[in-house]
Structures are given as C-alpha cells and as structure tokens.
T-cell receptor
Framework: KAGVTQTPRYLIKTRGQQVTLSCSPI?????VSWYQQTPGQGLQFLFE???????NKGNFPGRFSGRQFSNSRSEMNVSTLELGDSALYLC????????????FGQGTRLTVV | GQNIDQPTEMTATEGAIVQINCTYQ??????LFWYQQHAGEAPTFLSY????GLEEKGRFSSFLSRSKGYSYLLLKELQMKDSASYLC????????FGAGTTVTVRA
C-alpha cells in the first residue's frame, strides 16, 4: 500500500515568487491536512481538506491557500513568498476527518532566498 | 487554546527503557498521538490513544489518562535506531504538537 506522496521533495524560490506543492494521500483516505515545520515554531497546522472542502484553517495569512480534488489529491499554494516561509511542509492523510491516525508524507523542503 | 508539554531531551543506554511524559491542556480532544521523527525526515505514526489505558505495540507502549491530561510513551529494549525526536500531539479538528523530545541512545 503506497504511503503519502509529496512533490517536489526540495524547492528553492526567491522572495516574491509563488509556489505550489502537491500531496497524494494514501488510497482510500479522504482527509488531507497540511503542516508547516520550522525549528523555532515546530509543527503548525495550516489547513485540512475533506471531500474537496476546506474544513479547518490555522493561523496563517491569506498568502497560504489550498485545494483538494475529487481524487483526494491536494495542493497548497503560497504566494508572494517571504524568507520566513522557508520550512518543511508536511501533508498528512487520514481515512476520516479529525485527523484520526494521520500519516505523514516525506514533506517538501522549501527554501526562500 | 492548546498547551502541550514534554521534556526537551532524554538520554538512555542501549537496551534500557525510557519513558517520555506528555501533559496537555486543550480545548478539544479526540485522541492523543505519538510520532517519531528522525532528523531530516517526516514524522512516523507510532500510536493513537483515545480511551484511558495502555496500548502496547511491540517495544513501544503508550498510556493515556484523559482526566489528568497526561500521556506517556514507553520505549523498551532501546536500540541505536531509536535515537530520534518523539512528538506528542493532541487531535481535535487538527493535530496540535508538542515541541518534541529528543531521545539519544548511547552504546
């Protein structure tokens, strides 16, 4: 059974650019959540999608957005990148809402220069 | 709001037992999770407790007391590969993570 797949694994962008990250959940999982991990702040919740609907959102600015497709794959977008957006972005999938037994992908390491 | 506390670091000897405590005060609760994260890698799911008591999975066990807002992860027969960060997380509509406990296993 394939795990959660995130692409790309590594990304370097310059300030002001925008970026799109992709997450394919485990087959049969309908909930996808996104997290940002930095050394200073740890793991912070960005948003959760279930059945193509954003169900919950964390305390991040509007530059961070996402969507989920009918096959449960999800993308997140960050516009007008700032140096502070450099982080490991993790996607987690679970069968149902509310993050029961959530499984993480390998993450996308974003570096903003 | 969420407040999740766990020790920053622990060191133990190969073959020994280590217990990582986690206390939490959260506005919502639908389960307590433990994840293992090796440096530079994604968190790996270890355990999920939703009811009080002990859950055992091989060398790893996790305990939960909802009335006390307390959980622990017990690692037995420590191996060098167990050196990692262990994250306690409380689930409601999202996972709220503690800062993680870095466990170093020494020969």
């Amino acid at each position: 059974k394939a795990g959660v797949t995130q692409t790309p694994r590594y990304l370097i962008k310059t300030r002001g650019q925008q970026v799109t990250l992709s997450c394919s959940p485990i087959s049969g999982h309908r909930s996808v959540s996104w997290y940002q991990q930095t050394p200073g702040q740890g793991l912070q919740f960005l948003f959760e999608y279930f059945s193509e609907t954003q169900r919950n959102k964390g305390n991040f600015p509007g530059r961070f957005s996402g969507r989920q497709f009918s096959n449960s794959r999800s993308e997140m977008n960050v516009s007008t990148l700032e140096l502070g957006d450099s982080a490991l972005y993790l996607c987690a999938s679970s069968v149902r809402e509310m993050n029961t037994e959530a499984f993480f992908g390998q993450g996308t390491r974003l570096t903003v220069v | 709001g969420q407040n999740i506390d766990q020790p920053t670091e622990m060191t133990a000897t190969e073959g020994a037992i280590v217990q990582i405590n986690c206390t939490y005060q959260t506005s919502g609760f639908n389960g307590l999770f433990w994840y293992q994260q090796h440096a530079g890698e994604a968190p790996t799911f270890l355990s999920y407790n939703v009811l009080d008591g002990l859950e055992e999975k091989g060398r790893f066990s996790s305990f939960l007391s909802r009335s006390k807002g307390y959980s622990y992860l017990l690692l037995k027969e420590l191996q060098m590969k167990d050196s990692a960060s262990y994250l306690c997380a409380v689930g409601d509509y999202k996972l709220s993570f503690g800062a993680g406990t870095t466990v170093t296993v020494r020969a």
